[in-house]
């Protein structure tokens, strides 16, 4: 089994920035890959980016693209969403998540595939 633990969240002005930090312990963590996920009140969890187990292939949504970075250390076993230029718009609970299968690059991209989640920190940006 695997689990996550986010963390670095917290109250920001638009322009701001944050760094969210995932720590994950569990079998085979290196060949997992991860993702970040936000879900807005009313509104569906929505995939942020994703990376492959080795940190080779990411995936971003358009909202996000040119602001957020997703990144691994496997030595650490955490993976870190660095978010630049924060708009209200960002304001959500983020979920880091991983995947369960020894899959190759590109990560997948639906909240769907990912089997293991964390209990979300909350990132809130004010206007």
């Known amino acids: 089994q695997v689990r996550l633990v986010e963390s670095g969240g917290g109250l920001v002005q638009a322009g701001g920035s944050l760094r969210l930090s995932c720590a994950a312990s569990?079998?085979?963590?290196?060949?997992?890959?991860m993702g970040w996920f936000r879900q807005a009140p009313g509104k569906e969890r929505e995939t942020v980016a994703a990376?492959?187990?080795?940190?080779?292939?990411?995936y971003y949504a358009d909202s996000v693209k040119g602001r957020f970075t997703i990144s691994r250390d496997n030595t650490k076993n955490t993976v870190y969403l660095q978010m630049n230029s924060l708009k209200p718009e960002d304001t959500a609970v983020y979920y880091c998540?991983?995947?369960?299968?020894?899959?190759?690059?590109?990560?997948?991209?639906?909240?769907?595939?990912?089997?293991?989640w964390g209990e979300g920190t909350q990132v809130t940006v004010s206007s």
């Open positions: 998540a991983a995947d369960r299968h020894e899959t190759l690059p590109p990560p997948p991209r639906s909240v769907y595939e990912y089997d293991y």
């Open positions: 569990g079998r085979t963590f290196s060949r997992n890959a």
């Open positions: 990376i492959s187990l080795s940190g080779q292939s990411t």
